[in-house]
């Protein structure tokens, strides 16, 4: 079965850093480009970081570029996002998600059931 | 950045009804588009990409069509599975969603 399963997320407090995990299952994980949208409290959705099916390349939201990193570990099909500096406007859901299309031309078919990250002190 | 604007915010539409929403870009992203249904406390779930191809498994009554600045997301004969928020998103450069579609029960 295809699948995207999330970990890590957790309360902390400003300042402090998390990091996420999205397991994969069910697909060739190097042939797919994933990704981290979030989703603040009754919000809507925003992208957070891309990264390649190689892992060679990362693109990143300016709201967290420089304070977060995106990584994959093709060995354990695990997806990572680690998240540094964290500030209270980084309060959110947290989804992995398997990118469809083409190179750069990412949509993303396939979501996890999310992690919750709160930043409060 | 390429800013997405949906239009309405909320619509409030009953069983059978026929539903239309908008997304425009503030600039070309030619069909690089896709829709997404989320309901409460799920995951968004991916409908249409490349503007009108329909995901495996997604009713027929689900419709895109649209290019360069101005999309449509056409739900026929809305079921009450279907009542729930759409985003649209771009993926043109880099990635922007639209601000999200809440139909609701009339």
């Known amino acids: 079965e295809v699948q995207l399963l999330e970990s890590g997320g957790g309360l902390v407090q400003p300042g402090e850093s998390l990091r996420l995990s999205c397991a994969a299952s069910?697909?060739?994980?190097?042939?797919?480009?994933m990704g981290w949208v979030r989703q603040a409290p009754g919000k809507g959705l925003e992208w957070v970081s891309v990264i390649s099916g190689s892992g060679t390349s990362t693109y990143y939201a300016d709201s967290v570029k420089g304070r977060f990193t995106i990584s994959k570990d093709k060995y354990r099909n695990t997806l990572s996002l680690q998240m540094n500096s964290l500030r209270a406007e980084d309060t959110a859901v947290y989804y992995c998600?398997?990118?469809?299309?083409?190179?750069?031309?990412?949509?993303?078919?396939?979501w996890g059931r999310g992690t919750l990250v709160s930043v409060s002190s | 950045d390429i800013q997405m604007t949906q239009s309405p915010s909320t619509l409030s539409a009953s069983v059978g009804d026929r539903v239309t929403i908008t997304c425009r870009a503030s600039e070309n992203i030619n069909n690089w588009l896709a829709w997404y249904q989320q309901k409460p406390e799920k995951a968004p779930k991916l409908l249409i990409h490349k503007a009108s191809a329909l995901e495996n498994g997604v009713p027929s009554r689900f419709s895109g069509t649209g290019s360069g600045t101005e999309f449509t997301l056409t739900i026929n004969s809305l079921q009450p599975d279907d009542f729930a928020t759409y985003y649209c998103?771009?993926?043109?450069?880099?990635?922007?969603f639209g601000q999200g579609t809440k139909v609701e029960i009339k």
């Open positions: 069910g697909f060739t994980f190097t042939d797919y480009a």
């Open positions: 998600a398997k990118a469809g299309g083409s190179y750069l031309y990412w949509y993303f078919d396939l």
């Open positions: 998103q771009q993926y043109n450069s880099p990635w922007t």
